[in-house]
């Protein structure tokens, strides 16, 4: 997996573009924080590591959470818990749905660029089959923390801001230099 700050960034990413122009910023970087978040949670299944559950389970790490049919579910229900924020932004439910989705799912897309042995099982619980892409470029970010000051850690590192960082980056700017082509124009 590419580590959780590389997916909490490409989540809030596609948040940022999707709330362009939004005029209330206080919702927005409510909305951005709550999407930041939802990329992550798919992550929460290592906790499978611990409960015994090998990683080739599609009920293991990228099993069921890191399905389409999780993201729905998950999106439903953190969209429920921030119903009251969607209005104020000018959305309707289905569009905070629709981004909710998105940025869950995100996660699944990104953990198929890795170099790790199995894929996301995208479409549990109806088929157990795991999915990688044939180019892989992002290094799979080891779980323990004393990984991350070893050179295949700071490799995870170095990938990450190549492949995510930097994307990510170049497209709020060019959200953000937009927006203002459109505030000197109004
Ligand atoms: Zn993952």
Redo the contacts with the bound molecule.
């Keep these: ?1 590419p580590t959780i700050v590389g ?1 909490a960034v490409f989540g809030a990413t596609l948040a940022r573009l999707r709330l362009s122009g939004v005029a209330d910023g206080a919702g927005a970087w409510r909305a951005l924080t709550l999407c930041g978040a939802a990329a992550m949670l ?2 929460l299944d290592v906790v499978t590591f611990k409960l015994g559950i090998p990683y080739a389970s599609p009920w293991g790490h ?1 099993g069921f959470s ?1 399905s389409l049919f999780f993201a729905a579910a998950a999106a439903l229900v953190l969209l429920w818990l921030s119903r009251g924020l969607w209005p104020r932004l000018g959305f309707s439910l289905r569009a905070g749905f629709v981004l909710l989705f998105g940025v869950i799912a995100s ?2 897309l990104l ?1 198929m660029f890795t170099d790790a042995t199995h894929g ?1 099982a995208l479409f549990m619980p109806f088929s157990p089959q795991r999915f990688l892409l044939d180019w892989r470029p992002i290094e799979g970010s080891p779980i323990a923390p004393r990984f991350w000051m070893t050179a295949k850690g700071r490799r995870v590192v170095w990938t990450e801001a190549l492949y995510i960082g930097l994307p990510c980056l170049a497209l709020m700017l060019a959200c953000r230099w937009r927006e203002r082509r459109k505030d000197c124009a109004a």
């Design positions: 997996m997916h798919p992550d990228r890191h996660h699944a953990d996301p």
